[in-house]
């Protein structure tokens, strides 16, 4: 792993730990915006450090806070453009989006056009925009800070680790004062940060660019996104890649219960590792030894936390947290071993990087996005013991991340949906290209195959097995990139569904993570 995404991965790992998660210079006309309302300058800092392409040019585009009210009040969304070096060859734009929700997205032409084969270059300008409600998109906050001492988001209740006796009545508190502060802090934006929202803003930004159409590459939260804009907007999509599939049907709190078993099948891969490496790391000769050491550690945890020596208490919990953190990528999987080794206190205390900071932009921004989209897309089950029984249900079943999946989140005190959910359909042409790894821990294959059948004959699925979070990946080469470049740089679908292994067995470090992991550790 690079130092670059060491200094990501400690950055994300002291923000579990600690509780959670420029003047523009007007474009030449050489730039062939004449007209579209389009101011582009330069691009402001990216928010994790990520070097900016210097050919990247930014602007800010205007639209509705309530697309009902269209001449009601209006919000910003900076968005962003990186040209094609061919104009010659050029077919259109290609848009993207980080995930998240709530994963800043402006810089995101800077890391794909790092990923791209020429021919995909060749053929788009690659352009992203900040989500309303994210980075330099009218961000919005819930008033609470990370790390310090008081503790504001504690990673084991952002995400809803039960107590080590099972109960989850620290969990139902703290989702409901969280849920007050931020639609107090969030105010009237707050509401209206919704997937079926942002869909609308990515169709203005299409029209502000003079496009008939655009093309669209993303994964995790972003295939939700993808495949709400192509139903909105069936007549204006080209080409569309979704990756780590989010099943449209069990938005949201039914696909964060797919995080319960997608952890139990994921593990075997980190267990698989670990046995391989067991003289060095002495985790276990076998997955199954290496699986009944880390359940037996996180117990112990529970039990007697270690102190870090920042002053923070490594518990059951939180390792789960990390370990569900780093299960992304096989590339992760050494920062597991380095927080395994010291929780069993026999190795150095990892580091932790510093919580970022961004003028203008609140440090909860990415937490506040998330719940805004999570809880305004749809209804969540109101009563607490729904929740005590499924994560009583799952904690036996699923104990590598103790029933979290199936937990309460301050959605359970959200008010209701400004409109009802988008239903993905199979209405509208076969340009839908899904790309999809068999045990993703994060967007699990289960999830996907919701997907597959809610788009029916618009999408042809091209399945990994792989383990790692997102198909479209240089790192481990395979069926799915090749699929992706093709159908983006020539138009052309597999015929059918297909299914393969990686090209290379293990991942190439030196490739890196792929861009879907390096929006997300850059958070």
């Known amino acids: 792993m690079t130092t670059r995404l060491r200094k990501a991965f400690c950055a994300v790992v002291a923000v579990v730990l600690a509780g959670g998660l420029a003047t523009a210079v007007p474009a030449s006309a050489a730039e062939g915006d004449v007209g579209s309302g389009l101011e582009w300058g330069s691009c402001p800092p990216d928010p994790s450090g990520f070097p900016i392409d210097p050919r990247l040019r930014c602007a800010t585009l205007r639209v509705p806070l309530d697309y009902r009210e269209p001449h009601g009040r209006k919000i910003d969304i900076a968005v962003s453009k990186l040209a094609s070096a061919t104009p010659g060859t050029r077919r259109g734009v290609l848009f993207h989006n980080a995930g998240g929700p709530g ?7 800077s890391i794909y056009a790092r990923f791209y084969p020429q021919e995909v270059l060749d053929r788009y300008d690659l352009v992203s925009f900040d989500p309303r409600g994210v980075g330099y998109s009218t961000p919005i906050t819930c008033g609470r800070r990370l790390g310090g001492d008081i503790g504001q988001l504690p990673a084991d209740l952002v995400f809803p680790f039960p107590a080590p006796d099972g109960s989850i009545q620290r969990n139902v508190a703290f989702a409901g004062a969280l849920a007050r502060d931020c639609l107090d802090k969030g105010g009237e934006v707050v509401r209206y940060v919704t997937t079926a929202n942002t869909a609308r803003d990515m169709d203005r930004f299409r029209i502000a660019l003079g496009e008939p159409k655009l093309s669209y590459n993303s994964g995790s939260y972003g295939s939700y996104l993808g495949a709400v804009y192509a139903e909105l907007f069936p007549g204006r999509v080209d080409r569309i890649v979704l990756d780590a599939n989010v099943d449209p049907n069990r938005v949201w709190h039914r696909q964060w219960a797919l995080w319960d078993p997608g952890a139990e099948a994921r593990f075997p891969d980190f267990g698989r590792w670990a046995a391989d490496r067991d ?32 002053g923070r208490l490594l518990t059951g919990a939180l390792f789960r947290a990390i370990y569900r953190a780093a299960q992304y990528h096989v590339l992760l999987f050494p920062q597991i071993a380095g927080w395994w080794k010291f929780a069993a206190q026999n190795g150095p205390p990892p580091p932790l990087g510093p919580v970022a900071e961004t003028p203008g932009i609140p440090q909860d ?15 969540w089950p109101r009563d607490a013991e729904h929740y005590q029984h499924d994560v009583d249900r799952n904690r036996p079943r699923f104990p590598v991340l103790d029933g979290m999946g199936a937990n309460i989140w301050p959605c359970a005190f959200w008010p209701g949906p400004v409109e009802p959910p988008v239903r993905v359909t199979d209405h509208g042409p076969r340009n839908v290209l899904m790309l999809q790894t068999r045990r993703d821990p994060a967007t699990p294959y289960e999830g996907a195959l919701g997907m597959r059948a809610a788009l029916g004959k618009r999408a042809v699925m091209v399945s990994v097995n792989t383990g790692n979070h997102g198909a479209y990946d ?21 015929s059918r569904d297909l299914s393969c292994e990686p090209d290379t067995p293990q991942a190439r470090a030196s490739a890196g993570l792929p861009p879907l992991l390096l929006a997300k550790l850059a958070r």
Do not use: I
């Not at 994963?103 to 032409?109: T, V």
């Not at 009944?292 to 117990?299: D, P, Q, R, T, V």
């Not at 921004?365 to 209804?379: K, M, R, S, T």
């Open 279 to 310: 003289a060095e790391l002495g985790f276990g000769a076998t997955p199954e030894q290496v699986r009944a050491n880390y359940l037996a550690l996180a117990k112990r945890l529970d039990a007697n936390p270690v102190r870090h020596p920042t």
């Open 365 to 379: 921004n990415n937490l506040a996005v998330l719940l805004a989209v999570v809880c305004g897309d749809a209804e």
């Open 103 to 109: 994963g800043a997205s402006l810089n995101l032409p």
């Open 474 to 494: 240089p790192s481990t080469p395979s069926c799915a990139t090749t699929a992706a470049h093709r159908f983006l740089a020539l138009g052309e679908l597999p």
